[in-house]
């Protein structure tokens, strides 16, 4: 298995930045590598993150995400292929701003359990905002075989593990400075001045109607 202290490591980059998805994809493979998975499991990961803040996208670089996948080989890289997406895994897309902040926060399962709880908070809060429920993203049909759940959460309650270490390579966004969130860094949508809302609202790709 691989294990590494996530206090050595430094911030390369914001959450969905090339140098972060970059350095996600290249510590996903160096995990799956170290654990020895099967040679006859075929698995994909990807984020897409939409929506991106325009400085994290570009004309070479439309896409804010990145994958790996584990098809007799393992391979991964900034940005997502279609050839990853038709392999069943977990495919998410959701909007950057939604996950953006709470995701450079480390944690082990009770964080994670936690944050599931304080972003259907901020997701509801701001339905009974906007006066409609908004589509924050979706993972249809999430496939976790154990090999790889095993793999990428070792360590994970002692602070490692592919989340952990996103983490700790993840820099802070400048649109979360001064906005009132959870512990665990979730925006909390109703704490925030009108005028926090209607940014917050905008950074989602989202409208008042």
């Not at 969905?16 to 994809?25: F, L, P, R």
């Not at 070792?154 to 400075?177: D, K, M, V």
């Not at 109703?190 to 008042?208: E, H, I, N, P």
Request: with cysteine.
């Amino acid at each position: 298995m691989f294990d590494i202290d996530v206090d050595t490591l430094d911030p390369v980059g914001e959450f969905g930045s090339a140098a972060w998805c970059q350095a996600c994809a290249d510590y996903g493979m160096a995990i799956l590598d170290a654990a020895g998975m099967p040679d006859d499991l075929s698995w994909a990961f990807s984020e897409t993150y939409t929506f991106p803040p325009s400085r994290l996208v570009s004309d070479d670089r439309p896409i804010s995400g990145y994958y790996l996948f584990q098809n007799g080989v393992i391979s991964g890289d900034d940005g997502v292929k279609e050839a990853c997406l038709a392999i069943p895994g977990f495919h998410a897309k959701i909007r950057w701003a939604y996950i953006c902040n709470q995701s450079g926060t480390r944690y082990g399962s009770a964080g994670q359990k936690q944050r599931g709880v304080d972003e259907a908070s901020l997701a509801a809060e701001m339905e009974s905002d906007l006066g409609y429920k908004p589509a924050m993203g979706v993972v249809p049909n999430p496939v976790w075989p154990k090999p790889i759940i095993a793999a990428l959460s070792h360590g994970a309650e002692a602070g490692s593990g592919l989340h952990n270490i996103a983490a700790s390579l993840q820099s802070s966004s400048p649109e979360y400075e001064g906005l009132p969130t959870t512990e665990l860094g979730v925006p909390r949508f109703s704490l925030m001045t009108d005028k926090q809302k209607a940014d917050f609202v905008r950074l989602c790709g989202l409208k008042y109607v």
